[in-house]
């Protein structure tokens, strides 16, 4: 179980201390570090085929930014045990010996229309001695997705953090400690530093007030059980390209102009998904919601677009990041949206399984990190990447 309990200042405080360390590079990695008796049960079923053995951890997040919605999950839920599911054969080549992994997909009551784990990585075994651990990724890789073989065993392990001294925390006070011990002498009487953006600041409860709409009521969040989350650029509708490098003479993302109706703008294939599963969203207890990394005074011409492909009224809620001050600033759009993730959890009890669809691999990695992290276990996370959808998608 987790160490904090459901102290609310002691998570903020532990959040804080971690996002510190994070913000002073000081933390390599975030995961699922194996206890000691699956890591040798390991090692007896998949003998090391190299001269470095580790059967250690399975990587959640690499060098997370301060300030991220994982960080703040791995704080509330450091030294928590996890399950996590083997391939039933290891994967090795010349350099690295690993093992598929994915968190269970047994949470009550999920659907099968989207088969699969709710997160899936790997362990690594063993690599030879000029070569990293990080070699054994390309085991399994394919396209840029992790594929998975069939399930054999089971191992389990504790959240933590990894520091890039090589040490593990696995506990609150242990990082309370950490950051205590390693911070300056200027810092020893302040707080911990937080990250200075508009979106990390703001508490859940301000997050969720700008999502659920007041139609549908508040019973209907209460008594959902699946929730699907819908970007919007390059995911439901191909839009106008907005500033850049490229384009120094385009509108910014964070100008409605660059969603002016004059513009070019065509429906894709996760447009049409979306109007076939919300026909039957009250079969499935489900609600829609659309998290975009769009700032918030982009919210009307939005749905202006989705509204011309008769899909505005389909939405159950909509996300939008903070217009920020001058001179302010927000979080990435994958924090953001993994942010959302976190407080529509909070708001959803009876909440049992996400399907998130995003064309960007950034918001779908920060989806799964925070699936694997949500307290209980009990909610399934599936992200889909919508530039692989089809005009034929269920």
Request: neutral net charge.
């Amino acid at each position: 179980e987790s160490s904090l309990g459901n102290d609310d200042d002691d998570d903020d405080r532990v959040a804080a201390a971690l996002g510190d360390l994070a913000a002073r590079r000081r933390v390599g990695f975030v995961g699922v570090f194996l206890v000691e008796a699956s890591r040798q049960r390991l090692v007896r079923a998949h003998p090391p085929a190299h001269t470095t053995v580790r059967a250690h951890h399975a990587t959640i997040a690499y060098k997370p930014a301060a300030g991220t919605a994982v960080l703040r999950a791995v704080a509330a839920r450091l030294g928590s045990r996890v399950t996590l599911r083997l391939a039933a054969r290891a994967a090795v080549d010349e350099t690295a010996q690993a093992v598929a992994c994915h968190t269970t997909t047994t949470a009550r009551g999920v659907s099968s229309d989207y088969p699969g784990p709710r997160w899936v990585g790997h362990v690594t075994i063993s690599h030879a001695a000029h070569a990293r651990p990080a070699a054994a990724k390309r085991l399994f890789t394919s396209g840029g997705e992790l594929t998975f073989a069939d399930e054999g065993d089971s191992v389990d392990g504790l959240v933590g953090v990894q520091l890039v001294s090589g040490a593990v925390l696995t506990s609150a006070a242990a990082v309370l400690d950490e950051h205590a011990r390693s911070a300056r002498p200027e810092q020893t009487a302040a707080p911990p530093r937080t990250v200075d953006r508009e979106d990390d600041a703001r508490p859940v409860s301000a997050i969720l007030a700008d999502v659920v709409a007041s139609d549908p009521p508040a019973e209907t969040w209460a008594a959902a059980e699946k929730l699907y989350i819908w970007d919007f650029d390059q995911t439901l509708l191909e839009t106008p390209p907005c500033r850049s490098a490229r384009h120094r003479h385009l509108p910014s993302a964070d100008d409605p102009a660059s969603l002016d109706p004059g513009l070019p703008c065509r429906p894709l294939p996760a447009l049409a998904l979306l109007h076939a599963l919300a026909r039957r969203k009250d079969a499935d207890r489900a609600v829609h919601v659309l998290v975009t990394g769009r700032v918030e005074r982009c919210r009307a011409a939005v749905q202006r677009l989705l509204a011309r492909f008769r899909a505005r009224d389909l939405f159950d809620g909509f996300a939008f990041k903070p217009t920020p001050r001058r001179g302010g600033r927000v979080a990435a759009s994958p924090d953001h949206k993994a942010r959302v993730l976190e407080a529509l959890a909070t708001a959803m009890p009876r909440l049992r399984e996400v399907v998130a669809h995003d064309d960007d691999a950034g918001a779908r990695a920060a989806y799964d990190a925070v699936g694997v992290l949500l307290p209980g276990g009990a909610i399934a996370v599936r992200t889909v990447d919508a530039t692989t959808l089809t005009t034929a998608a269920p």
